[in-house]
């Protein structure tokens, strides 16, 4: 059974740098054509996709956050990592890990399959 588990601060000064950890089992984060990504549901907000990383350790981030935002692996933890800088309170938020499969329905397509319980964090001094 594929179980994704969010960990990390749930308070964050503004300013400082928002650091999560995604601890996978039951899927290895270096099997073939999944990838991993962290997304965000604001307060009252709809999910805001903020970035990848594949397989192969490519990442790939939203345009919005990519200046702020790191997603890194330590594969001999199986754990994806969220780092996300000079946060401020509007990116208070339930964090979410959730892994992408590819799946084959006359043609392939990608789809969160899995996702983590998420966990609150709130910026604020």
């Known amino acids: 059974q594929v179980q994704l588990q969010e960990s990390g601060p749930g308070l964050v000064k503004p300013s400082q740098t928002l650091s999560l950890t995604c601890t996978v089992s039951?899927?290895?984060?270096?099997?073939?054509?999944?990838?991993w990504s962290w997304i965000r549901q604001p307060p009252g907000k709809g999910l805001e996709w903020m970035g990848v990383i594949v397989y192969d350790g490519s990442a790939y981030y939203s345009p919005s956050l990519r200046s702020r935002t790191s997603i890194s692996r330590d594969t001999s933890k199986n754990q994806i990592s969220l780092q996300l800088s000079s946060v401020t309170p509007e990116d208070t938020a339930v964090y979410y890990c959730?892994?992408?499969?590819?799946?084959?329905?006359?043609?392939?397509?990608?789809?969160?399959?899995?996702w983590g319980q998420g966990t609150q964090v709130t910026v604020s001094s």
């Open positions: 039951g899927s290895s984060i270096t099997t073939s054509y999944y990838a």
């Open positions: 959730a892994r992408e499969g590819r799946y084959y329905s006359g043609s392939y397509y990608y789809t969160h399959d899995y």
